[in-house]
């Protein structure tokens, strides 16, 4: 058994996260918004019993989530920073809502990287420990394309703080991952989207559970594998 900790699960992929580790026995922390509904996590977590706890902070919010990680007593082996949003409807190169993608890059870049800080004591007790940031294909360099530019340099942003984590903690043996889960049916997603969620997140968890120091520093698709930066 391992213990998983996963932002962003009040709906979503993290949410289908939280509910497939919690029924294979895995030991869940997940943490989820104050005034999103509690109620789908609570069903999630529910089959771990006493192993499943859900924790409230906003990822913007450094204070919230340091609180939160002071409730958190056993070691973490695998942290899925997931929140994240798609920011407003304004956001071409052309034309851009700014202080909404302002908001954006605080949000999908800081957001993980607050997170992974304020519960790295934690992460460096942990078995095997693995730090991943849900990034997006969106996020990659060599991809062409121009529509939600925010979005996109939110997560190419992400990507390069996930490379000097993943640096910084390779001498202690965290292994830290970008990781993109497929076009997936959520809210984000929208319903046209290839996977569902559950298709999603089974495959999410397999690729994170053979996870090594040997890879970090990739940028994985959610078959495992490699994306182009
Ligand atoms: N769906 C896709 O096709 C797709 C593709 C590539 C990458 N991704 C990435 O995968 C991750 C999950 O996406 P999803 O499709 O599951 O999105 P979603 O259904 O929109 O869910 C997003 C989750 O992030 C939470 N969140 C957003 N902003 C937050 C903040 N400031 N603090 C704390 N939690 C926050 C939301 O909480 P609330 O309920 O409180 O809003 C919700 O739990 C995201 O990082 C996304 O960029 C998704």
Same mark, same amino acid.
């Given at each position: 058994?391992?213990?998983?900790?996963?932002t962003?699960?009040?709906?979503?992929?993290?949410?289908?996260?939280?509910?497939?580790?919690?029924? !294979?026995?895995?030991?869940?922390?997940?943490?989820?918004?104050?005034?999103?509904r509690?109620?789908?996590?609570?069903?999630?977590?529910?089959?771990?019993?006493?192993?499943?706890?859900?924790?409230?902070?906003?990822?913007? $919010?450094?204070?919230?989530?340091?609180?939160?990680?002071?409730?958190?007593?056993?070691?973490?082996? *695998?942290?899925?920073?997931?929140?994240?949003?798609?920011?407003?409807?304004?956001?071409?190169?052309?034309?851009m809502?700014?202080p909404? *993608?302002?908001?954006?890059?605080? /949000?999908?870049?800081?957001?993980?990287?607050?997170?992974?800080?304020?519960?790295?004591p934690?992460?460096?007790?942990?078995?095997?420990?693995?730090? *991943?940031?849900m990034?997006?294909?969106?996020?990659?360099m060599?991809?062409?394309?121009?529509?939600?530019?925010g979005?996109?340099?939110?997560?190419?942003?992400? $990507?390069?703080? !996930?490379q000097?984590?993943?640096?910084?903690?390779?001498?202690?043996?965290?292994?830290?991952?970008?990781?993109?889960?497929?076009?997936?049916r /959520?809210?984000?997603?929208?319903?046209?989207? /290839?996977?569902?969620?559950?298709?999603?997140?089974?495959?999410?968890?397999?690729?994170?559970?053979?996870?090594?120091?040997?890879?970090?520093?990739?940028?994985l698709?959610?078959?495992?594998?490699?994306?182009?930066?």
């Open positions: 058994m391992s213990h998983w900790m996963i962003g699960a009040s709906r979503g992929i993290g949410l289908e996260l939280a509910r497939q580790l919690a029924i !294979a026995g895995e030991q869940v922390t997940a943490s989820r918004r104050a005034g999103s509690h109620e789908p996590l609570e069903a999630a977590l529910a089959p771990a019993g006493s192993r499943g706890r859900s924790l409230v902070f906003d990822t913007r $919010n450094e204070a919230q989530i340091r609180i939160a990680a002071t409730q958190v007593h056993d070691p973490v082996d *695998v942290l899925i920073a997931n929140a994240g949003a798609y920011g407003p409807e304004r956001q071409s190169a052309l034309d809502d700014f909404g *993608v302002l908001d954006l890059l605080d /949000t999908n870049a800081l957001g993980p990287l607050r997170v992974a800080q304020a519960f790295l934690l992460i460096r007790r942990g078995a095997r420990p693995r730090i *991943v940031f990034s997006s294909v969106l996020g990659s060599a991809l062409g394309g121009t529509f939600n530019v979005y996109r340099a939110s997560k190419a942003a992400l $990507n390069k703080i !996930a000097c984590l993943a640096d910084e903690l390779k001498p202690e043996g965290i292994s830290v991952v970008s990781m993109h889960p497929g076009w997936v /959520t809210d984000m997603g929208g319903p046209n989207a /290839t996977l569902s969620v559950e298709e999603s997140a089974y495959s999410l968890i397999r690729v994170i559970e053979g996870l090594t120091i040997s890879d970090t520093r990739r940028y698709d959610y078959r495992g594998s490699d994306i182009d930066w």
